[in-house]
């Protein structure tokens, strides 16, 4: 809802207000609706708003509280707000004029430092005690906002973005190497397993589910919430556990279409996302407005060449969706200009940053833009869903029926699954074995496997001890072992590492477009009960993702609801879009693979291998193929040195 900036000196000396307004001024590149700052002799604070819920409208942030002596700058859509209210005692006829950044600051009053514990929703905030001379700051649980910081020569600086801090003459543009090594060396889509670094040195970031204090020339962080599994929810019956299904995500849904602007949402023709246009539907008929929906298709002289379980146009499921659901004003978009090489330049520049998930950032940009375009305010999205609400890995549940020896219950599920699917049972079973003890199946394969390719420079990377750093974090990227869907879901929600990155290209975009991008499958509340529902629940007459598909029995047509025998794909057509551009690609990766500066960190022997295997010509279907994938991660590396530089 607002970029943030502020300066306090851990000591005596006033604080140089030049410096404030220089962050200020290199916020002016985003929108707002308003820009207001408040200080004192040792503290700025200031806010860059961008107004979406009724009550931020016109709302004064920074916000002092002359009465508490606290001072507050916040960038947060807090969700819970009926509970807040009744916890804190407010008056009933003055909660409807209390926004959320009074919300956070009376939690902060009453509860001090343990006050995040109390608040759901997106949130990064600061606020400056004057009583207690202490800073005081937090970060929500998932990271949906970014927040960075840079302590150096005695002030502390943070904000909302990394360039206004950069703007400042005592910070110089250093990669932060250890970063770097880091996403150089892990092959999925996060950065880095230190939570706290960013691609600069010298700035940081405060990590997902912490808060951090600065009080007597000291800084120090709190982790205040950690998502482990607990007791289980014991209910009579499946459909108690379906109508408790509704109830919980049906308020999250709720919470998070409180906007004065237009609602839109993303749209593939999945679950996790028709669940969320389906319950935002229903609500805002009630209030009388329209579901805006935008989805992503690939181009008209697209061939899908994927596997026939999988498919790259999803508009078929999507428009099934929106007839049965009806209230949705649908939108079908491709941006046959666009491809992610044509984007690289703008992303580089809005996420302030090397990024990974090149595959969607042509669409997901174009989205935003039309999305702005037409007056949303908010952009739903499911992004989170496999983890929560569609929750159900079946072939690992039969495997754990399997090694528990409950023959009956899996043979039960085997035939029921067999049906669904029109597979036969043996073929299933292969699977299931290969789940239940991998171990003894990796030793009797005799298919290759390959290995997402080291594109760091092996030098490098003995410099910074990488590939002992991510040991130590669990994870070994030589490993011929996956684990399993519970060992991932158990690490999603334990480890802060796969939070930073979509916090970071949500909280950009959001800045850029105006828009607020939100996830009712990544409501905190939604997540507790997702893991407090016993596993039967979610794997359950040869269904997967049981649960979602039986709470949404009304609300999506079945064939969305109960299809498994297919998955959207999205960005199939990367490649294909990049036909035009192949030659242009092929030459700029010829020329980095001989500069002498990206050798430091890339090794430019496994580049000019894969370019010599694609260079010939653009298939589609090298669009998640390895050779691609390292060749896009070393150009957008190579293009943000060049900038830096």
Not at 352 to 367: A, C, D, Q
Not at 568 to 593: C, N
Request: proline share 4%; hydrophobic share 35%; aromatic share 12%.
């Amino acid at each position: 809802m607002s970029a943030i900036a502020g300066i306090y000196h851990l000591n005596d000396e006033p604080i140089n207000l030049e410096h404030g307004w220089r962050m200020m001024k290199e916020l002016e590149k985003y929108p707002a609706n308003d820009v207001q700052t408040w200080h004192s002799n040792k503290v700025f604070l200031g806010c860059h708003a961008q107004w979406i819920t009724p009550e931020s409208i016109g709302e004064q942030l920074p916000f002092y509280d002359y009465e508490r002596q606290l001072a507050i700058t916040a960038d947060a859509i807090i969700d819970n707000r009926e509970v807040l209210f009744e916890k804190l005692h407010v008056h009933k006829e003055d909660r409807n004029k209390i926004t959320d950044s009074q919300l956070i600051l009376l939690a902060y009053h009453k509860w001090g430092e343990e006050s995040p514990k109390f608040l759901v929703g997106d949130f990064a905030f600061m606020i400056w005690d004057e009583r207690q001379h202490k800073l005081f700051g937090a970060r929500d649980f998932s990271g949906s906002r970014t927040l960075y910081y840079s302590l150096k020569e005695h002030q502390i600086v943070f904000c909302t973005a990394i360039k206004p801090i950069l703007s400042l003459p005592t910070m110089g543009k250093k990669i932060d190497e250890q970063w770097l090594a880091e996403f150089l060396a892990i092959p999925v889509n996060f950065e880095s397993v230190d939570p706290f670094l960013t691609v600069y040195k010298n700035i940081e970031q405060v990590p997902p589910s912490h808060s951090i204090s600065v009080v007597n020339g000291r800084v120090s962080f709190s982790r205040y919430c950690k998502l482990t599994e607990g007791n289980k929810l014991k209910l009579d019956s499946d459909e108690e556990y379906e109508e408790a299904f509704r109830e919980a995500f049906g308020s999250a849904v709720k919470s998070r279409i409180r906007s004065y602007q237009k609602v839109g949402a993303h749209l593939s023709g999945g679950l996790d996302s028709g669940a969320v246009a389906s319950f935002a539907a229903k609500e805002l008929r009630s209030d009388n407005k329209k579901l805006h929906t935008f989805s992503y298709v690939p181009v008209e002289d697209f061939v899908d060449w994927t596997h026939k379980s999988r498919i790259a146009n999803e508009k078929a499921y999507i428009k099934s969706t929106v007839e049965f659901v009806g209230n949705i004003n649908d939108q079908y978009l491709s941006f046959s200009e666009r491809s992610p090489f044509t984007e690289i330049d703008d992303s580089l520049d809005i996420h302030e940053m090397p990024y990974k998930f090149f595959e969607n950032t042509f669409w997901l940009k174009g989205i935003y833009e039309q999305a702005s375009q037409q007056g949303i305010g908010v952009l739903l999205n499911g992004q989170r869903g496999n983890w929560t609400i569609s929750w159900g890995p079946l072939l690992d549940y039969y495997a754990l029926l399997l090694k528990k020896m409950k023959w009956i219950h899996l043979f039960q599920e085997l035939n029921l699954y067999s049906q669904n699917i029109a597979v036969k049972k043996s073929r299933i079973m292969t699977e299931v074995r290969k789940k239940a003890f991998p171990s003894f199946y990796s030793l009797v394969q005799t298919k290759e496997q390959f290995h997402f390719p080291k594109i760091i420079n092996p030098g490098f990377a003995q410099e910074t001890r990488v590939f002992d750093k991510l040991q130590e974090h669990g994870i070994d990227i030589s490993a011929s072992l996956s684990p399993s869907a519970y060992e991932v879901r158990r690490r999603q929600f334990e480890q802060l590492y796969y939070w930073n990155s979509t916090g970071t290209y949500s909280s950009k975009l959001s800045l850029k477009y105006s828009i607020w991008d939100r996830d009712p499958t990544n409501d905190l509340r939604v997540i507790k009960f997702c893991m407090s529902v016993p596993e039967e629940q979610y794997v359950r007459k040869g269904l997967d993702r049981s649960l979602v598909r039986r709470a949404t029995k009304s609300l999506l047509p079945d064939k969305v609801r109960l299809n498994q025998k297919t998955r959207g794909v999205q960005g199939a057509d990367g490649v294909h879009r990049m036909a035009p551009y192949w030659g242009t690609f092929i030459e700029e990766l010829k020329q980095l693979s001989n500069d002498p500066i990206v050798g430091e960190y890339l090794d430019l022997h496994v580049i000019k291998g894969a370019i010599a295997r694609i260079e010939k010509e653009a298939r589609p279907e090298f669009a998640f193929d390895f050779d691609f994938r390292i060749l896009m991660r070393s150009l957008i590396v190579s293009r943000f040195i060049k900038n830096l530089t």
